[in-house]
């Protein structure tokens, strides 16, 4: 018979443990598996010793998870300490598809440059 679900003592992210790896990936803005790889590097030196360590297929899909629920209503200073590790995964995620914009702009002709510049972004940056 073919066991289903998870594996035995597998544990779920605690808040703290999402919060840390929004301000990991906000820190390295991963575009690939080598980035996410760095990411998975640093929120493993980082963690508190009790919590399992994570691969970096497992912070990647539980970050998409995070910007994939709806964005939490009211501002972010007022939100539940449930719901910040939403608000703060879509801002990287923004921030994230922003620096893969630039990238992808800057190696492009001088005609995407100059409509990146009209949005107010320099490509420099």
Same mark, same amino acid.
């Not at 990936?25 to 360590?53: F, T």
């Not at 629920?69 to 719901?83: I, R």
């Given at each position: ?15 703290? &443990?999402?919060? @840390? ?6 820190? !390295?803005?991963? $575009?690939? +598996? =080598?980035?996410?790889? &760095?990411?998975? @590097? ?6 508190? !010793?009790?919590? $399992?360590? +994570? =691969? ?70």
């Amino acid at each position: 018979m073919v066991q289903r679900g998870r594996r035995a003592g597998y544990h779920n992210y605690s808040v703290k &443990e999402q919060m @840390l790896l929004c301000t990991v990936a906000a820190e !390295r803005k991963p $575009l690939g +598996r =080598d980035m996410w790889e &760095e990411v998975a @590097l640093e929120y493993n030196s980082r963690k508190a !010793r009790s919590w $399992l360590e +994570r =691969d970096f297929d497992s912070l990647r899909r539980k970050f998409r998870n995070l910007y994939g629920k709806p964005k939490p209503t009211g501002n972010n200073d007022g939100l539940p300490p449930k719901l910040r590790p939403i608000a703060l995964a879509l801002e990287v995620q923004h921030a994230i598809e922003m620096r893969g914009g630039l990238i992808l702009l800057t190696t492009a002709s001088t005609e995407a440059k100059t409509t990146l510049t009209c949005y107010g972004t320099s490509p420099t940056s």
